[in-house]
């Protein structure tokens, strides 16, 4: 699944940033950024021309993916004290920028805020981040008893998603607290 972080979207913000990297350090003397992108495909970014980095308007001159990384040249930044000056700010774009997606793709930044139920339609909670640690998708959710569990976003926990409808079906056995 693309993986794209930040704030869930809703009608009503349609244009809400989603953060697609975060700038780690500058790179040479000439400007450029190593970027930790949150993307499944970090060459992606080079469709992007007009950016938010830290919320300000950017022009993405160019991007360079390495095996250890990748690398981003901004228009505005021309030395590395300005790139110096980078370190730690998310790369964002609005969310209606994003490519639309095939059937059963989501992106991580609309699960977040959705709510959770139980197939018998029980109010069960609310997604509040979703992480990867490697071994594939976790939903963090915060149950109506205030307390944190770990779901695999997986269709054997996660049997159906409705982003349209702000809601997703988790199995009752993966809400238990030690599951």
């Known amino acids: 699944m693309p993986s794209a972080s930040g704030p869930a979207d809703t009608p009503a913000s349609n244009d809400r940033l989603i953060a697609l990297g975060v700038v780690t350090s500058p790179q040479g003397l000439q400007g450029e950024v190593r970027l930790k992108p949150f993307t499944d495909d970090p060459a992606s970014l080079k469709r992007f ?3 938010r980095l830290g919320g300000r308007p950017m022009t993405l001159k160019g991007v360079r993916v390495q095996p250890n990384g990748v690398i981003v040249r901004f228009a505005e930044v021309t030395d590395r004290t ?3 000056a980078l370190r730690g700010l998310e790369l964002a774009v609005p969310r209606t920028a994003l490519p639309a997606l095939d059937d059963g793709e989501v992106y991580h930044a609309d699960l977040i ?3 959770v139920t139980t197939p018998d339609g029980q109010p069960a909670g609310q997604v509040v981040a979703v992480t990867n640690y490697g071994a594939g998708d976790i939903l963090e959710i915060e149950r109506t008893d205030g307390r944190i569990v ?3 976003f997986r269709p054997f926990a996660v049997p159906d ?5 702000r809601r997703l079906t988790v ?3 993966f809400l238990s607290e030690g599951a």
Do not use: H, S
């Open 161 to 165: 998603v409705d982003v349209a409808g």
């Open 49 to 51: 021309r007009e950016v």
């Open 150 to 152: 770990l779901v695999p």
């Open 82 to 84: 300005q790139a110096e």
């Open 171 to 173: 199995e009752p056995d």
């Open 113 to 115: 805020g959705l709510a």
